[in-house]
């Protein structure tokens, strides 16, 4: 049997059309921009619009030659970074509806960079300049070979950034209230740090008129820059440059944090247009790629560094704060004056949701402002604030989509929520989407490990067998399944399935010491949370034996691959998207090699040979920007990784699925996204042929459907029935897709294929 359509599925279409809301900022007094992105499933493509919230709701279509936009301290000016057809690239000044400035950059410099971790977008203290980050251009007149030239890149979805740099735009306003003349702007590139081991400055932001804050991204001494999507342990630091007065050019550079910590999203507090505090978010540099975050801050008027809130190993039965689980960065304005205090507000995982923190610039005490009590299961995130007493977030339910809400504090110091926006509905999607019930299932034989459960009402309390349920180990391993409404989750719910997604050992929400408990332990007790998730439902009887699939993505399809070997006869189907099935040939081939031997428990001491210290005394020359570069630098480089040797491979290869290949008798779909760095697609493929080749030859299809249908089997025969089961693999595989397979109609097509499969094998082949 293979993969066979069953139609487009209207469940999903619906669903993922919804606009997420993804930004938000202040543009006046009164009024908030919040930014949606959309699927367009007739075109394929992502779009983006944004709604104005004053006393009425504007909605604008934003064009796709807007690539960035930022509102200035004074809400008089907007930036604009505009790519228009054939590459050309424009930096924007409007004041109001009048453009003030504006210069054509595609000489300058390649695509802007606007991603997590190297976007910057600051106007200084006069309005006058304005920085971002945008990929350099080199001449390469005088080098034949540059072109092909090696430079690392800084992995998945971003194969293209390799030399990030700030570049200051400045212009002199014109008294007639026109556009500044050309020969009254300016750009000026600002290049790395020039040392052994470059500093790549980003996430860049104005502190005064001639002094910058940025993160400093560097190499490992071995020449590589480690991927950074999703992880918070590489090597970089906060960076100050100071710039001599008047001028943008050669300034000086100094490393504000320790080179033991990973420090990234530096924002700047102000009191009176004067910068007092600087803050920022560090992790400890390697070890698990996510962890407990830690609020950092600097006092600039005594350059003393403090932390504000640390690790939280574990939490206690007085106090259950497990920690910060934050986003990447920051939001780009995060602070809310509120009486005489001042907080930062973000979002934050506590075990299976996100919730809204305030958390005080001063003593680092938290209050949790959405504290879950008896209502509905919601997860926030924030995204701005209008630096006084009013911020913009959404919330979702596992169930509910996005709304957007506006908080504020009235003059009794008391938060009140307005709700600005929330999704239309079709009278049909109301009812599919009431009749679902979400909850959160402790497993306690495998504590903290829990499960967020969704379930059809109406088919919960019916007769008959139990709905088949679909277990969704997440990715990571660091991650956390949230409350938070997912489309395509929700969507397979509604196709008739109970669905259950664990938050296993090493989840990210439940302490420190849960998630460093799983380095050293992939592979065996991540799968056995997983595998007691479904036993703990079966005993509860939201589900039952024989009913079981199981669907994962990345370490979630390490897990489900793990599992389909280790347990071959608790689920009836598989899907996985990228998954890592042999550890030790990823680590030669991903673009975040330090995961494998970190999460694995592999490092340089249990190799075979004492020599395998894999030093280089210098990395290779990386080509950079033809510029003089700041001065002074206190950065040590990161070490290098270790050699794989045949007894780290050994270790590697019995802690991988692909160890229990022989053992696998399910169907198994596996989804390959063609252009990914970090689960190369060698790694799925090479499992489809592996589950191809122990099929024991070409299968009878007739044969066994006729098997299927014989009501009484004998253990023998079951056997025989398992046997004719072996093989059956099917694969798709996505052109110009990374890692997550998130283009429209990749996601879209990976949806149907997995509930077309579950439909074909769910209820055993």
Partial sequence: MSLQYAGPSTFYTELAEIPLPVSAEFIGCDVARVTYSIRDHDRNIKRYLTKTFDNQCTTSHDSSEVKAFKTSPSKSRQAILREVANSKRFVEIWAGTQLEASLDVSNYHQAFLTDDFLYSLSFSPSETSLLYTAEASLNTDDDPYFKFRYAPHFGDTSRAKKRPTIFIFSWTRSPEFTKANKQDST????????????????????????????????????????????????????????????????????????????????????????????????????????????????????????TLVNTVFEPTP?????????????????????????????????????????????????????????????????????????????????????????????????????????????SK?????????????????????????????????????????????????????????????VALALEGYTLNLPNYTGSMG??????????GNCGSMEVEDVAESVRELIRR?????????????????????????????????????????????LATGTDIPDWVYSEFGVTSTNSDSESNSNSFTSPPPIPM????????????PTPPLPLMTPKAYNTLFTTSPIAHVDNITVPVLILIGEDDLRVFPGQGIGFYHAIKG??????????????????????????????????????????GESHAIDGVEAARVSFEATRDWFKAFAEGC
């Fill in 187 to 306: 750009l000026v590139a600002i290049p790395c740090q020039s040392t052994k081991t470059p500093i790549l400055f980003a996430q860049a932001t104005f502190a005064t008129e001639d002094t910058v804050f940025a993160t400093g991204h560097e190499y490992t001494i071995d020449g590589r820059l480690l991927g950074a999507k999703g992880c918070f342990n590489r090597p970089m630091g906060i960076w100050q440059l100071t710039f001599p007065k008047g001028s943008f050019c050669s300034p000086s550079a100094s490393r504000l944090t320790p080179p033991n910590k990973s420090c990234r999203s530096p924002r700047v507090l102000y009191h009176d247009n004067q910068p007092i505090k600087l803050f920022w978010f560090s992790n400890p540099i390697g070890g698990p790629h996510a962890s407990c975050v830690s609020l950092e801050s600097r006092d600039l008027l005594t350059g003393i560094n403090t």
């Fill in 318 to 426: 007085s106090n259950d704060f497990p920690g910060l689980y934050t986003e990447y960065n920051m939001p780009s304005s995060p602070f809310l004056r509120r009486a005489d205090r001042i907080y930062i507000v973000l979002q934050s995982i506590w075990q299976s949701r996100t919730t809204v923190f305030f958390i005080d610039t001063q003593s680092g005490a938290i209050i949790d402002a959405t504290t879950l009590g008896d209502g509905p299961l919601y997860s926030w995130t924030v995204h701005s604030t209008d630096n006084k007493s009013r911020f913009i977030c959404s919330r979702s339910t596992p169930t509910t989509p996005w709304e957007v809400l506006l908080g504020s504090f009235d003059q009794n110091d008391t938060l009140e929520w307005r709700v600005l926006d929330k999704p239309t509905l079709s």
């Fill in 429 to 489: 999607m109301k009812e599919a989407l009431d009749n679902l019930t979400p909850s959160i299932i402790p497993i306690t034989t495998r504590a903290p490990t829990e499960s967020l459960l969704i379930q059809s009402k109406k088919a919960s309390t019916s007769g008959g067998p139990k709905p088949v349920c679909v277990t969704i180990p997440h990715g990571g391993p660091h991650a956390t399944s949230t409350t938070a409404f997912v489309p395509a989750v």
């Fill in 510 to 519: 439940f302490g420190q010491t849960y998630i460093q408990k799983l380095l």
């Fill in 541 to 585: 009887g939201v589900s039952e034996e024989g009913r079981q699939v199981i669907m994962g993505g990345s370490h979630g399809g390490f897990i489900a691959a793990h599992l389909i070997g280790q347990h071959p006869t608790l689920f009836n189907a598989a899907s996985l998207r990228n998954p890592v099935i042999s550890a030790g040939e």
């Fill in 625 to 636: 920007p033809p510029t003089s570069a700041p001065s002074q630098t206190t950065s040590l």
């Fill in 694 to 735: 122990r099929s024991g030859g070409v299968r009878n299809e007739n044969a066994t459907e006729d098997a299927t249908e014989d009501a009484t089997v004998t253990g023998d025969e079951m056997g025989t029935k398992k046997d004719k089961k072996k093989g059956i693999v099917e694969m798709l595989s996505f052109p």
